[in-house]
């Protein structure tokens, strides 16, 4: 396929301070954007329905629905957990070692190829890169004229880890000759595609101003505890003291989702968040979903994948549009 515009495919990390690099005898990595497969028991989840939301709930803050961890413990809130693991405000400590225990988790020798990145499943690759090229395929065509191949278009890829979706999807689309170094010697440059790369764990990163796009969050937000979650969101989003997208641009984010409320994975510290979960983040950051698709075709043992595609600018409403529609039908003879 003809590349639509330019890439500037910058990879960041999701994580901790320090690199989150996989390392082999011959070859350090960038890390990898691990999609949290998962093989303990889903039924906790799939008896319980998502709680609804309240007003109440959006202006507190607290997130609605219990969940449970990797080791079987029940939480009856998110908020719960969460004073639990990373501790109350302020605790800089607890938080420090949350994400010090995920950079651990990938410095133990996850293996920096396909296969690794993907949990040992190397063989839902394709599956996964079809239903994202579908998806932004039909978002291109809708959100830019002639589908973005009259102009530079730029993308930004976080938490690219080896480089598996830049690779296999965004580089047929954005294809700028221009590195942004995570890791300048890293094994798994794209050649003469070009990136840029920047060694910041992501709820430090702040995207340049103006910069994007389209900006990919592919299996990494998990890692990020809810507030920085959505400080990230906030520090990208356009608004009027950062842009990170350009106006009309897009943030796609894909991710696993869990039934209802949460799954806590304990081994790697990184949450599974259900569709509610995600929505209400959604509604804190000030965004709104444009789109969303699920992804078809893979296991069925592994957790749901969902795809959102989010903007910072609220849907415009058409009204009296189906009433126009009905009454320029031709009618019916009878």
């Known amino acids: 396929m003809a590349s639509h515009g330019s890439l500037v495919s910058t990879r960041v990390q999701p994580s901790c301070a320090r690199s989150l690099g996989v390392s082999s005898p011959q070859t350090r990595?960038?890390?990898?954007?691990?999609?949290?497969?998962?093989?303990?028991?889903?039924r906790s989840t799939a008896s319980r329905p998502a709680?609804?939301?309240t007003e109440k709930l959006r202006?507190?803050?607290?997130?609605?629905?219990?969940?449970?961890?990797?080791?079987?413990?029940?939480?009856?809130?998110?908020e719960e957990m969460w004073t639990e693991e990373i501790g109350k405000?302020?605790?800089?400590?607890?938080?420090?070692?949350w994400y010090r225990q995920g950079v651990g988790y990938w410095e133990k020798g996850v293996e920096a190829t396909t296969n690794g990145v993907l949990g040992g499943y190397a063989h839902v690759n394709d599956a996964d890169i079809k239903g994202s090229e579908a998806f932004l395929k039909?978002?291109?065509?809708?959100?830019?004229?002639?589908?973005?191949?009259?102009?530079?278009?730029?993308?930004?890829?976080?938490?690219?880890g080896i480089g598996r979706v830049t690779k296999n999807l965004l580089i047929r689309f954005f294809s700028e000759k221009?590195?942004?170094?995570?890791?300048?010697?890293?094994?798994?440059a794209i050649e003469n595609k070009a990136t840029n790369f920047f060694c910041v764990p992501l709820q430090e990163f702040t995207p340049d101003v103006g910069r994007y796009d389209v900006i990919w969050i592919q299996w990494c937000i998990g890692h990020l505890a809810d507030d920085d979650f959505v400080s990230f969101f906030m520090r990208a989003k356009q608004n009027i003291f950062q842009a990170g997208l350009k106006p009309g641009g897009l943030f796609i984010l894909k991710e696993n989702t869990a039934r209802s409320g949460f799954v806590l994975d304990k081994e790697d510290r990184s949450i599974t968040r259900s569709d509610t979960y995600f929505k209400e983040l959604f509604h804190r950051c000030g965004l709104h979903i444009f789109k969303s698709k699920d992804q078809w075709g893979l296991p069925e043992e592994l957790f749901a994948v969902k795809m959102y595609a989010l903007t910072p600018d609220a849907p415009k409403r058409v009204h009296n549009t189906r009433a126009k529609a009905q009454a320029n039908r031709p009618g019916i003879i009878k």
Not at 29 to 42: D, G, T, V, Y
Not at 59 to 78: N, T
Not at 89 to 97: M, S
Not at 178 to 188: I, N, Q
């Open 29 to 42: 990595f960038e890390p990898s954007a691990k999609p949290l497969f998962r093989h303990f028991p889903l």
């Open 51 to 53: 709680a609804a939301l």
């Open 59 to 78: 202006a507190s803050g607290i997130m609605e629905g219990s969940g449970f961890d990797s080791e079987g413990r029940e939480f009856k809130s998110a």
């Open 89 to 97: 405000e302020g605790d800089v400590h607890k938080r420090k070692e």
């Open 138 to 160: 039909m978002l291109l065509a809708e959100c830019f004229p002639g589908g973005g191949r009259d102009r530079d278009l730029v993308a930004l890829d976080c938490g690219s």
């Open 178 to 188: 221009l590195r942004e170094s995570l890791v300048p010697e890293s094994g798994t």
